[in-house]
């Protein structure tokens, strides 16, 4: 047993000690696994032990499954095999519960996913009260279950209705809340656990379940006989869709696992939710959804793109030139990392404006509860804003923020590194403008980097990095240990016209307009984009910002030798709204209508300006025209090396722009679809709509020769 | 297929359907058996001669549930001999009950039999009987259910029906049915319902609101947005990706009403009549049931007249009068907009948006209703129809003779 020890007391407890031999956090594993059987049965067979308290030898109690072996599961399972994976932690699960002696398990720290499950498994719960200490099952965010009792068990234990609630959430729960609802027996100060479950044991429990107890019957066994519970699942499926669409299965699946299960004796509920889990694992989608948004976003937040030899750097002192709305955030995430921001714009009000968007947002954290007001005023305290350029002496880091304009921005580039270190590196933040040209105004092309940051900065975890042409391994090391201090996810692309997100972004509006152009009815166009899992119709996206500066871009592209930003299709209808004056939101009108009760609906002048044509296309060539373009415009990207690498092209997809998450970003897509099959249908897609959506030659062969984008994982 | 003849019907008033509806007090078997024993009583029939009663039911679940039709006939005093049959076509099933015996009679199956329906709807809440199709996550879900008012609202959407369109066309019907009412046109057929102790408990359409106009309906509240709001309308719209938002038109004024009741209709060859000592009434000349659309539900009734049409060998204007169960306004002008017929030939009588539509009994009682305004206005040809749940429809042709 390496990752579990054993202390049996002369007064007949057992203390079974969770301490993964290998790694600082307790983990479900095969080796564990093993463990725990050898321990079950060497405490079931010793007529010493009267009863077991489990505890963790580390910080936390324990976590899930390693999310390695679940992103293998699509690719080196059967669904067999994965429910026979599954069985396992379950029958070692039902051996604990089973095994006649009670179980009280006494957590020190946070207890999820499998963690959580294992607790789920004992008779009696005791929880730290320290608010750290949350529980709960997130699989579902992972595009799973709760493979090993965790749908069974739990609402079984706190009842159908709140457990489908943390189930089809997956959110964590802390303490004083798990202990009303039920989610543990007990709460108390962390030296105290192993004490309470010791007077627990005291008591002489029962070692058996409810549900193992004959008799056990609750109304839901009884399945739809029972009329609310048949409308309660009839509303739950309707939340299910209204939330999640159609594109992921984990929601859906869980619900059918409670329904069923909850119909069936233990063991029989506790298979029904293995095979479940089974075709989770071995759908696409979980796959999906785990390597982009855990393993890579953690590798990338680790420094998977960071060059090695250069030594770890921290920014003590930032600038930040120009406080308007980008500005002003990027200030506010830098304070809370509790890093001295000097915020400059072209007079102290207005810098001191931009300080207010964090003094408004900080504020509304401490209302909520979200933040103690101490934190608040001290990461206010970091941000001095001002108009004095010799505020930036002895800054390490730079990010200029200013108007999206060429002479601008080398204005304040020179004014800035007259007083900054020498060492200093100066960061643009600029979504289109290309690096290298804007390098050119600087002293040091070296030390000049583009870090795109996303608006509202606050709240979206992404900075695309952009290498100019002399851009130094050093200033990328630098400028991604300064986005892992503001705890934000770095992809790092080269330096081309619209940098990674913004050009392949620009498909998804585009698109939008050339469906327009198209004659597909408006409604369709919206629909599709939210049906294939956008957050929002590329025509209602139009509105939020506003058609002049794509329409400004796209003439400032117009006619330059190999410029990328130009566009097949749609161009007519973007021209033609702004002569319309129907612009944006802002302006009061676009592609929608804005009432006075903030309502909006497409502007019906729309069918007359772009005739509907009488055949309407299906949803599902929509949905794919979508995804297609963007796709196909990564990888290109790729090709030209815009992007070096699968993970940066995904994880840029996903948290830069709201690609829909089921795919795992625009490569992923392509991936799940086949590469071959995604060349082909690209193909027949470029027939019929036109040459963006042409795989090139590159791709083609690539196709060919069946390379996908992710390197197949070998079975084992 | 031989001659199949309706030698007479009769069907309970309407109670509404909640709890201080006159019919609350009594079981659903009651309403059928009080039936039976009229229709047997006022034709002077021995009941030996039938083969069959077969009474169809939408939410045959507890006291409707048990085969009711064999109870019935056991609780109304007939011959043990005579059988029973349970039938479930959601709000079709009533007129399917009707079809089920006139295909015992055509195949020569059987000589004759009674085939009706019964709803308590105030005793057998409607979505007891739940099921799969509505309830089973891993089914609802990839069979896209949404309620079936959303549906109503999406046809109003999709065909372009506004709030007033969807009123007057329920003004009408109150005003209609107030009309047959004042005129005793249903007086035949309305078996007044007794308690135990044998007094009559309702003996009229109580659910009616003749007084109804387009401003009290216009006051109204919209009754379908929360389904909307649950999520439906997102399963709606991954459905009809065309719909923008939907326009929801249909309120408790031009939907149909919950009431209790049942209906039942007696059916044989010409043998039973001779046998019998009875007149044939009329001839069932043909029917159809068809399935469409499971997510609106309610846009099988142009379909499924078409494919009866088609059966019998007839044309949509050798039809004198359609009968179409008011679910909803929308489902009604859709189906006179789709096979263009009329308003003047079409639910003459008033329909269940002013008298109530007690599910599984409806199309039996409708069927009733319009021979005998056939006999009335001295016509010929009648079509019976109704959607039903999850995207069923099923339709009758009669013709007197």
Same mark, same amino acid.
């Given at each position: 047993?390496?990752?579990?020890k054993?202390d049996k007391?002369?007064?007949?407890?057992?203390?079974?000690t969770?301490?993964?031999?290998?790694?600082?956090?307790n983990?479900?594993?095969?080796?564990?696994?093993?463990?725990?059987?050898?321990?079950i049965?060497?405490?079931?067979?010793d007529?010493?032990?009267?009863?077991?308290?489990?505890?963790?030898?580390?910080?936390?109690?324990?976590?899930?499954?390693?999310?390695?072996l679940?992103?293998?599961?699509?690719?080196?399972?059967?669904p067999?095999?994965?429910?026979?994976?599954?069985?396992?932690a379950?029958?070692?699960?039902?051996?604990?519960?089973?095994?006649?002696?009670?179980?009280?398990?006494?957590?020190?720290? =946070?207890?999820?996913?499998?963690?959580?499950?294992?607790?789920?498994?004992?008779?009696?719960?005791? =929880?730290?009260?320290?608010?750290?200490a949350?529980?709960?099952?997130?699989?579902?965010?992972?595009?799973?279950?709760?493979?090993?009792?965790?749908?069974?068990?739990?609402?079984?234990?706190?009842?159908?209705?709140?457990? =489908?609630?943390?189930?089809?959430?997956?959110?964590?729960v802390?303490?004083?809340?798990?202990?009303?609802?039920? =989610?543990?027996?007990?709460?108390?100060?962390?030296?105290?656990?192993?004490?309470?479950?010791?007077?627990w044991?005291?008591?002489n429990?029962?070692?058996?379940?409810?549900w193992?107890?004959?008799?056990y019957?609750?109304?839901?066994?009884?399945?739809?006989?029972?009329?609310?519970?048949?409308?309660?699942?009839?509303?739950?499926?309707?939340?299910?869709?209204?939330?999640?669409?159609?594109?992921?299965?984990?929601?859906?699946?869980?619900?059918?696992?409670v329904?069923e299960?909850?119909q069936?004796?233990?063991?029989?509920?506790?298979?029904?939710?293995?095979k479940y889990?089974?075709k989770?694992?071995? &759908?696409?989608?979980?796959?999906?959804?785990?390597?982009?948004?855990?393993?890579?976003?953690?590798?990338?937040?680790?420094?998977?793109r960071?060059?090695e030899?250069?030594?770890?750097?921290?920014?003590?002192?930032?600038?930040?030139?120009?406080?308007?709305m980008?500005?002003?955030?990027?200030?506010?995430?830098a304070?809370?990392?509790g890093?001295?921001?000097?915020?400059?714009?072209?007079?102290?009000?207005?810098?001191?404006?931009?300080?207010g968007?964090?003094?408004?947002?900080?504020?509304?954290?401490?209302?909520?509860?979200?933040?103690?007001?101490?934190?608040a005023?001290?990461?206010l305290?970091?941000?001095?804003?001002?108009?004095?350029?010799?505020?930036?002496d002895?800054?390490?880091?730079?990010?200029?923020?200013?108007?999206?304009?060429?002479?601008?921005?080398?204005?304040?580039?020179?004014?800035?590194?007259?007083?900054l270190?020498?060492s200093?590196?100066?960061?643009?933040?600029?979504?289109?403008l290309?690096i290298?040209?804007?390098?050119?105004?600087?002293?040091?092309?070296?030390?000049y980097?583009?870090?795109?940051?996303?608006?509202?900065?606050?709240?979206?975890?992404?900075?695309?990095?952009?290498?100019?042409?002399?851009?130094?391994?050093?200033?990328l090391?630098?400028?991604?240990?300064?986005i892992?201090?503001?705890?934000?996810?770095?992809?790092?692309?080269? &330096?081309?016209?619209?940098?990674?997100?913004?050009?392949?972004?620009r498909?998804?509006?585009?698109?939008g307009?050339?469906?327009?152009?198209?004659?597909?009815?408006p409604?369709?166009?919206?629909?599709?984009?939210k049906?294939?899992?956008?957050?929002?119709?590329?025509?209602?996206?139009?509105?939020?910002?506003?058609?002049?500066?794509?329409?400004?871009?796209?003439k400032?592209?117009?006619?330059?030798?190999?410029?990328?930003?130009?566009?097949?299709?749609?161009?007519?209808?973007?021209?033609?709204?702004?002569?319309?004056?129907?612009?944006?939101r802002?302006?009061?009108?676009?592609?929608?209508?804005?009432?006075?009760?903030?309502?909006?609906?497409?502007w019906?002048?729309?069918?007359?300006?772009?005739?509907?044509?009488?055949?309407?296309?299906?949803?599902?060539?929509l949905?794919?025209?979508f995804?297609?373009?963007q796709?196909?415009?990564?990888a290109?990207c790729?090709?030209?090396?815009v992007?070096?690498?699968?993970?940066?092209?995904?994880?840029?997809a996903?948290?830069?722009?709201?690609?829909?998450l089921?795919?795992?970003?625009?490569?992923?897509?392509?991936?799940?679809?086949?590469?071959?099959e995604?060349?082909?249908?690209?193909?027949?897609?470029?027939?019929?709509?036109?040459?963006?959506?042409?795989?090139?030659?590159?791709?083609?062969?690539?196709?060919?020769?069946g390379?996908?984008?992710?390197?197949?994982?070998?079975?084992? | 297929?031989?001659?199949?003849?309706?030698?007479?019907?009769?069907r309970?008033?309407?109670?509404?359907?909640?709890?201080?509806?006159?019919?609350h007090?009594?079981?659903?078997?009651?309403?059928?058996?009080?039936?039976?024993?009229?229709?047997?009583?006022?034709?002077?029939?021995?009941?030996?001669?039938?083969?069959?009663?077969?009474?169809?039911?939408?939410?045959?679940?507890?006291?409707?549930g048990?085969?009711?039709?064999?109870?019935?006939? #056991?609780?109304?005093?007939?011959?043990?001999?005579v059988?029973?049959?349970?039938?479930?076509?959601?709000?079709?099933?009533?007129?399917?009950a009707?079809?089920?015996?006139?295909?015992?009679?055509?195949?020569?199956?059987?000589?004759?039999?009674?085939g009706?329906?019964v709803?308590s709807?105030?005793?057998?809440?409607?979505?007891?009987?739940s099921?799969?199709?509505?309830?089973?996550?891993?089914?609802?879900l990839?069979?896209?259910?949404a309620?079936?008012?959303?549906?109503?609202?999406m046809?109003?959407?999709?065909?372009?029906?506004?709030?007033?369109?969807? %009123?007057?066309?329920?003004?009408?019907?109150?005003?209609?049915?107030? +009309?047959?009412?004042?005129?005793?046109?249903?007086?035949?057929?309305?078996?007044?319902?007794k308690?135990?102790?044998?007094?009559?408990?309702?003996d009229? %359409?109580?659910?009616?609101?003749?007084?109804?106009?387009?401003?009290?309906?216009?006051?109204?509240?919209?009754?379908? /947005?929360?389904?909307?709001?649950m999520g439906f309308?997102?399963?709606?719209?991954e459905?009809?990706?065309?719909?923008?938002?939907?326009?929801?038109?249909?309120t408790?004024?031009?939907?149909?009403?919950i009431?209790d009741?049942?209906?039942?209709?007696?059916?044989?060859?010409?043998?039973?009549?001779?046998?019998?000592?009875?007149?044939?009434?009329?001839?069932?000349?043909g029917?159809?049931?068809?399935?469409?659309?499971?997510?609106?539900m309610?846009?099988?009734?142009?379909? #499924?007249?078409?494919?009866?049409? +088609?059966?019998?060998?007839?044309?949509?204007?050798?039809?004198?009068?359609?009968?179409?169960?008011?679910?909803?306004?929308s489902?009604?002008?859709?189906?006179?907009?789709?096979?263009?017929?009329?308003?003047?030939?079409?639910?003459?009588?008033?329909?269940?948006?002013?008298?109530?539509? /007690?599910?599984?009994?409806?199309?039996?009682?409708?069927?009733?209703?319009v021979?005998?305004?056939?006999?009335?206005? %001295?016509?010929?040809?009648?079509?019976?129809?109704?959607?039903?749940?999850?995207?069923l429809?099923?339709?009758?042709?009669?013709?007197? #003779?």
């Amino acid at each position: 047993m390496r990752h579990i020890k054993l202390d049996k007391g002369a007064d007949g407890v057992a203390i079974l000690t969770l301490d993964n031999a290998d790694e600082s956090m307790n983990v479900v594993s095969a080796e564990w696994l093993e463990d725990m059987n050898a321990a079950i049965a060497e405490l079931r067979d010793d007529e010493s032990v009267t009863g077991v308290i489990i505890v963790s030898g580390k910080k936390a109690f324990m976590a899930g499954a390693d999310l390695k072996l679940m992103v293998a599961g699509y690719e080196t399972m059967t669904p067999k095999d994965a429910f026979a994976f599954s069985q396992k932690a379950t029958a070692m699960h039902r051996a604990l519960e089973t095994m006649g002696k009670p179980v009280a398990c006494a957590m020190n720290g =946070l207890a999820l996913g499998g963690g959580f499950e294992l607790a789920l498994a004992c008779h009696h719960r005791v =929880l730290s009260d320290d608010p750290r200490a949350v529980v709960g099952l997130p699989e579902v965010n992972r595009g799973l279950l709760p493979g090993s009792g965790g749908t069974q068990r739990l609402p079984r234990l706190i009842g159908r209705k709140k457990g =489908l609630d943390l189930l089809l959430s997956g959110r964590s729960v802390a303490p004083k809340e798990a202990l009303e609802l039920g =989610l543990v027996d007990e709460i108390a100060p962390i030296d105290q656990l192993v004490d309470k479950a010791r007077q627990w044991l005291a008591t002489n429990p029962p070692a058996e379940r409810i549900w193992d107890v004959k008799g056990y019957a609750i109304p839901e066994m009884r399945g739809m006989i029972v009329p609310e519970v048949a409308m309660d699942y009839s509303i739950g499926v309707a939340q299910v869709a209204g939330k999640h669409g159609y594109n992921y299965p984990a929601p859906a699946a869980i619900l059918s696992c409670v329904f069923e299960g909850l119909q069936l004796p233990m063991d029989k509920a506790l298979s029904v939710e293995g095979k479940y889990f089974a075709k989770l694992l071995t &759908d696409p989608v979980a796959r999906n959804i785990i390597r982009t948004t855990f393993i890579s976003k953690q590798a990338a937040e680790k420094g998977a793109r960071r060059p090695e030899g250069v030594p770890k750097s921290e920014v003590k002192k930032l600038g930040v030139l120009g406080a308007g709305m980008m500005g002003a955030g990027i200030a506010l995430v830098a304070a809370k990392a509790g890093i001295d921001v000097v915020l400059i714009d072209r007079d102290t009000a207005t810098a001191a404006k931009g300080k207010g968007y964090s003094e408004k947002v900080f504020g509304k954290a401490v209302e909520r509860g979200k933040m103690p007001q101490d934190k608040a005023d001290s990461a206010l305290a970091h941000i001095t804003p001002t108009d004095d350029f010799a505020l930036l002496d002895g800054c390490d880091l730079v990010v200029e923020a200013v108007f999206e304009d060429m002479g601008i921005k080398a204005e304040t580039t020179q004014k800035a590194e007259a007083v900054l270190p020498e060492s200093a590196v100066f960061a643009t933040n600029t979504s289109t403008l290309p690096i290298s040209e804007l390098a050119k105004a600087s002293k040091r092309p070296d030390q000049y980097i583009g870090l795109h940051f996303f608006s509202p900065v606050d709240r979206m975890g992404l900075v695309e990095v952009i290498m100019g042409e002399q851009t130094s391994d050093e200033t990328l090391a630098k400028s991604l240990d300064f986005i892992a201090q503001i705890r934000k996810t770095p992809i790092v692309v080269n &330096d081309a016209q619209g940098f990674y997100t913004s050009r392949v972004f620009r498909m998804f509006i585009f698109e939008g307009a050339a469906m327009l152009e198209d004659g597909v009815e408006p409604a369709r166009i919206e629909n599709a984009a939210k049906a294939a899992g956008f957050p929002i119709g590329p025509l209602a996206l139009l509105d939020e910002g506003t058609i002049d500066l794509p329409v400004k871009i796209l003439k400032d592209a117009e006619g330059k030798d190999g410029n990328l930003y130009t566009i097949e299709r749609g161009g007519k209808v973007l021209d033609r709204m702004l002569e319309l004056g129907r612009g944006s939101r802002k302006a009061g009108a676009g592609f929608y209508e804005y009432a006075e009760d903030g309502s909006k609906h497409l502007w019906e002048g729309l069918g007359t300006e772009f005739p509907v044509s009488d055949d309407q296309p299906d949803q599902e060539e929509l949905k794919k025209r979508f995804l297609y373009s963007q796709a196909n415009e990564t990888a290109q990207c790729l090709e030209e090396g815009v992007l070096e690498t699968a993970q940066d092209a995904d994880l840029g997809a996903i948290l830069g722009w709201g690609f829909p998450l089921w795919t795992g970003g625009t490569l992923s897509y392509i991936d799940t679809i086949g590469i071959a099959e995604f060349a082909k249908e690209a193909s027949k897609l470029a027939g019929n709509y036109g040459a963006r959506f042409a795989p090139s030659k590159w791709l083609q062969d690539r196709a060919a020769a069946g390379t996908p984008f992710y390197p197949p994982i070998k079975a084992g | 297929m031989r001659d199949v003849f309706i030698y007479d019907h009769v069907r309970t008033p309407r109670g509404r359907g909640r709890a201080d509806g006159s019919l609350h007090e009594i079981p659903a078997i009651e309403l059928v058996t009080q039936l039976l024993q009229e229709i047997r009583d006022r034709n002077g029939l021995n009941t030996a001669l039938l083969d069959d009663v077969v009474i169809g039911c939408a939410q045959p679940v507890g006291e409707q549930g048990g085969v009711l039709a064999r109870g019935a006939v #056991v609780n109304a005093g007939y011959a043990h001999s005579v059988g029973g049959q349970q039938l479930h076509r959601f709000c079709a099933s009533g007129l399917e009950a009707v079809n089920n015996v006139a295909a015992q009679v055509a195949s020569g199956m059987a000589s004759a039999g009674i085939g009706g329906g019964v709803e308590s709807m105030s005793r057998v809440i409607m979505g007891y009987d739940s099921g799969a199709w509505v309830a089973d996550p891993a089914v609802a879900l990839q069979n896209y259910y949404a309620p079936q008012g959303l549906g109503a609202d999406m046809i109003a959407t999709l065909e372009g029906y506004s709030r007033e369109d969807v %009123d007057s066309y329920a003004v009408e019907s109150q005003r209609r049915a107030a +009309k047959s009412w004042d005129e005793g046109n249903f007086d035949h057929s309305i078996v007044p319902v007794k308690d135990v102790m044998g007094e009559v408990v309702l003996d009229n %359409d109580e659910y009616r609101r003749p007084a109804t106009t387009m401003e009290s309906l216009a006051g109204l509240k919209a009754a379908f /947005p929360p389904f909307a709001k649950m999520g439906f309308g997102r399963v709606a719209k991954e459905r009809y990706p065309e719909i923008e938002e939907i326009n929801h038109v249909h309120t408790g004024g031009n939907s149909s009403g919950i009431v209790d009741g049942s209906g039942i209709v007696m059916l044989g060859n010409a043998e039973f009549g001779k046998a019998a000592g009875l007149k044939p009434r009329a001839r069932i000349k043909g029917w159809a049931s068809i399935g469409s659309d499971p997510t609106i539900m309610l846009t099988a009734p142009a379909d #499924v007249a078409r494919k009866a049409l +088609k059966n019998v060998g007839m044309e949509k204007g050798d039809i004198d009068l359609y009968e179409l169960n008011e679910a909803f306004a929308s489902v009604v002008l859709r189906f006179m907009d789709h096979l263009d017929v009329d308003h003047a030939i079409t639910n003459v009588a008033g329909g269940a948006i002013a008298l109530g539509h /007690p599910l599984g009994a409806t199309g039996a009682m409708i069927l009733g209703t319009v021979l005998d305004e056939l006999e009335r206005r %001295d016509l010929n040809t009648a079509m019976t129809l109704l959607c039903a749940g999850n995207g069923l429809g099923t339709a009758t042709i009669i013709e007197r #003779v």
